[in-house]
């Protein structure tokens, strides 16, 4: 065993970032995919893994992960590593995924290293920190590395694996079915890609005065995710959990467009390792435009609209 | 009932962060109160303050816990001028360049012995911003892990919590009986500024300073000789290069889009 890898699923189809940490872990040697799914939601998936290069899939089905969350998620992967004593465990960077990683490293009494970017074949870390102003290489000195891997790291190449699938049955201890989960409702998906994983990014600022249409319009013939600066969210005009900055989701798509959004040093960190970043403001001081490779200054509410009906006419 | 609020001193976030040897240089900026920490302290004394008011006295006590160098008095002050009550500083020279589990290690000793039901935090430090800490903590002291709290629904005297967690993923709402880890996100609260009245108390209240020793905890264990994870270097990024910057004149839409087909973005 040389490298497990959390394979996350949403609402019967398997995440993108599966096959990316796969992909990563390759480099540590033997690759095992882990799916922690409700009793009977495991054939559905497994075909979905094959997009990951897996040499094997452990399926471990327990109705506790619906019912306990990430408790039961972290105990059940507790479990496997301290089985399988791989080198890394290596799961998807995000709310949940860092939680469940935060509780495994406790323990298996391993070494956690967060929003990774890259790993290589010797478990050396590579880190984009404050924003983006350092990159920090880390490495982890224990048996097993548990390593957060930020989604679209990589391009993981296609492939269609034939892992070895074997199922296990798990439960928690009832002392340890502490929460309950009672409700859920799911992200409002709303046919655009999510933040961190979108190759486009357009956000909207305190220029917007509320108005978001112009910027989702543009996002939309664009195929971009939409963010939101932490004046817009505060104000109520865009869900918080499309803050991008320091205290919201830090993003690094191809293409990052601001509109309207000053660029206070708490935004500039969630974006600017964008590859090309693209800034619309009316002031021409805004310390946007000090980050912006290309610069507008202008109302939003002119230039946007001039945008998106030349996209709209641009030949396919 | 006694809760505690987890809470660390930064870096001002609106300051320009450097690395010296692969740590974070914190002399050469300003150090504040995290400013996620203060949706949880606002919470929690949203929480205890009419209640004992009710009471009549201080029945429902909030307590601040941090762990830090001497100077974190400083942040930690701030929160007692919003209303908290008192504060415990778990401050040791050995304590540098402990890592997050090792951080976890301290802060779970100091709650589990010091008889709280209730801790809160924020979401992450806008330091490391690992967003580690509550779940190392639900995990060290086994307690119910109710996280990303967007709204929380305490019964103290019948000692439940339920919360809407809310992320990327959608709203999960989930229950549990005391004792939990809570952590809160900033959407739950507008913090208080702290009143001048609450400034004056402030300055009589208490924060203990614990060593190391005093919690029970070996020195050995804690530390950057402890850590189980080590830096091996650290890059500053190359400014970037100065972009090209236009007048909208009537076509500054045609002129970006003009840009993004060049560079092949569109």
Redesign the interface.
Known sequence: MSALVLIDHQDGSIAKSGAELATFAKRLGNVTGVLLVAPGEGDALVSGASSADLDSLVVVESKDFKEHGITAMAKALTKLVKDRNPKALLIASNSRGKEIAARVAVATESGIITDAIDIDAQRQTTQSVFGGSFTVSSSVTTPVAIVTIRPSSIDAPQVTSTPAVEKINFALSDTERAVTISKVEPALKGGRPELTEAKIVVSGGRGTNGDFKPVEALADLLGAAVGASRAATDAGWYPHTHQVGQTGKTVSPQLYLACGISGAIQHRAGMQTSKTIVAINKDPEAPIFDVADFGVVGDLFAVLPQASERLAKRPS | MKIAVCVKQVPD?????K?VD?R?DRESVDAVLN??DEYAIEEVLRLVEPLNEAAGSDAHTVTLLSMGPDRASEAIRKGLSMGAHDAILVSDPALAGS???AT?KVLAKVIADGGFDLVFCGTES??A????????L???L???????A?AVRVDLAGKKIEIDR????????????LP?VVSV???INEPRYPSFKGIMAAKKKTIETKSLASIGIESSAVGSSA???????????PP??K??????SG???????D???E?R??
Request: cysteine-free; charged content about 30%.
């Open positions: 976030s609106w300051a320009e962060k690395m692969g974070l400013d996620l890592d997050a589990l976890s806008t330091d911003r690992m967003s580690v800490i509550p779940a190392m639900a995990e060290r086994g307690w119910a892990h109710l996280t990303f967007g809310m992320t990327e993923f959608g709203v999960e709402t989930m229950s549990a009986s939990a996100i900033e959407k850590s189980w994870s080590k830096v091996e270097g650290a890059i500053a990024r970037r290069d972009g090209i910057k236009v007048e909208d076509n500054g839409g045609e002129k970006l889009v840009f993004l087909m560079k973005l569109v």
